[in-house]
């Protein structure tokens, strides 16, 4: 089992910054993925950006430039800095985590933490 715990989330005004960060425990393995996905009232759960243990990193389109995701091998930590925010960024983010084993990614997600943008 792998156990994630978010931070970083909060109010923040257009065009302002915030890091989310994810930090994962418990038995892991060594190829993986991480990434953070966000739901917006009303809408599906979708990937916002995520990156590999060989730091193959993957982007929603609407987001390149604004937000980098990185990893922190040492602390099993992936951060989120979110950058020019704006008004529709405002969603619950949800870090989840891919270990591989065998031929496929068992998936494990956090709790979410609440991003909201606003003036």
């Known amino acids: 089992q792998v156990q994630l715990v978010e931070s970083g989330g909060g109010l923040v005004q257009p065009g302002g910054s915030l890091r989310l960060s994810c930090a994962a425990s418990g038995s892991m393995r060594i190829l993986f993925k991480m990434g953070w996905y966000r739901q917006a009232p009303g809408k599906q759960r979708e990937l916002v950006a995520d990156?590999?243990?060989?730091?193959?990193?993957n982007y929603v389109d609407d987001v390149k430039g604004r937000f980098t995701i990185s990893l922190n091998s040492a602390k099993n930590t992936v951060y989120l800095q979110m950058n020019s925010l704006k008004t529709e960024d405002t969603a619950v983010y949800y870090c989840?985590?891919?270990?591989?084993?065998?031929?496929?990614?068992?998936?494990?997600w956090g709790q979410g933490t609440q991003v909201t943008v606003s003036s």
């Open positions: 989840k985590r891919g270990d591989w084993i065998g031929d496929r990614y068992i998936d494990y």
């Open positions: 990156i590999t243990s060989e730091r193959y990193s």
